[in-house]
T-cell receptor, first 114, second 109 residues
Framework: DAGITQSPRHKVTETGTPVTLRCHQTENHRYMYWYRQDPGHGLRLIHYSYGVKDTDKGEVSDGYSVSRSKTEDFLLTLESATSSQTSVYFC?????????????FGQGTRLTVV | GQNIDQPTEMTATEGAIVQINCTYQTSGFNGLFWYQQHAGEAPTFLSYNVLDGLEEKGRFSSFLSRSKGYSYLLLKELQMKDSASYLCAGVDSNYQLIWGAGTKLIIKP
């Protein structure tokens, strides 16, 4: 199994509070991604990173920020959590973004905003 | 716009064969992935197709028709452990993955 760990695995937080989710990899893969998964929707890309300090927005980036200060860590921050951000969040890693390069996923973080 | 369509749910019998279809519309095309996701777990890679035709990998096969914007995943000799969601994802011209909502496959004894 690819060495990718998400923390925490479960979190309940109150509306308006900041929340940070962590993704840690031991594979030295260049690319890291944050997705959210909601019923009836496919995985939706929030932000991704293509190297240390190199990040870009995905299709649902509003209300989220990310940081990557080391190859192995990719942090996702909800600046002020809202109920619409209740979701399961997956981190993924890949060696490349080119054809056929599979992504490996972490076990997910279930976030509930009350 | 970009879109991936796949059935929401399918039911099949243990030992049988099932075909899960996926149609895609992407801005450019750089291949199509299938992933398996058991309930409460992470998606795991099953297959990747970029050329037309059938790719076989054990009990699982994946087919692609670029001219029709169509793919399917074929599962043979179904086992109870195959009960899962199957996610189709197209790769667009920017090498971004566009994901379908997934097909939940229920296997009955």
């Amino acid at each position: 199994d690819a060495g990718i760990t998400q923390s925490p695995r479960h979190k309940v937080t109150e509306t308006g509070t900041p929340v940070t989710l962590r993704c840690h990899q031991t594979e030295n893969h260049r690319y890291m991604y944050w997705y959210r998964q909601d019923p009836g929707h496919g995985l939706r890309l929030i932000h991704y990173s293509y190297g240390v300090k190199d990040t870009d927005k995905g299709e649902v980036s509003d209300g989220y920020s990310v940081s990557r200060s080391k190859t192995e860590d990719f942090l996702l921050t909800l600046e002020s959590a809202t109920s619409s951000q209740t979701s399961v969040y997956f981190c993924a890693i890949s060696e490349s973004d080119r054809e056929g390069t599979e992504a490996f996923f972490g076990q997910g973080t279930r976030l509930t905003v009350v | 716009g970009q879109n991936i369509d796949q059935p929401t749910e399918m039911t099949a019998t243990e030992g049988a064969i099932v075909q899960i279809n996926c149609t895609y519309q992407t801005s450019g095309f750089n291949g199509l992935f299938w992933y398996q996701q058991h309930a409460g777990e992470a998606p795991t890679f099953l297959s990747y197709n970029v050329l037309d035709g059938l790719e076989e990998k054990g009990r699982f096969s994946s087919f692609l028709s670029r001219s029709k914007g169509y793919s399917y995943l074929l599962l043979k000799e179904l086992q109870m452990k195959d009960s899962a969601s199957y996610l189709c994802a197209g790769v667009d011209s920017n090498y971004q993955l566009i994901w379908g909502a997934g097909t939940k496959l229920i296997i009955k004894p």
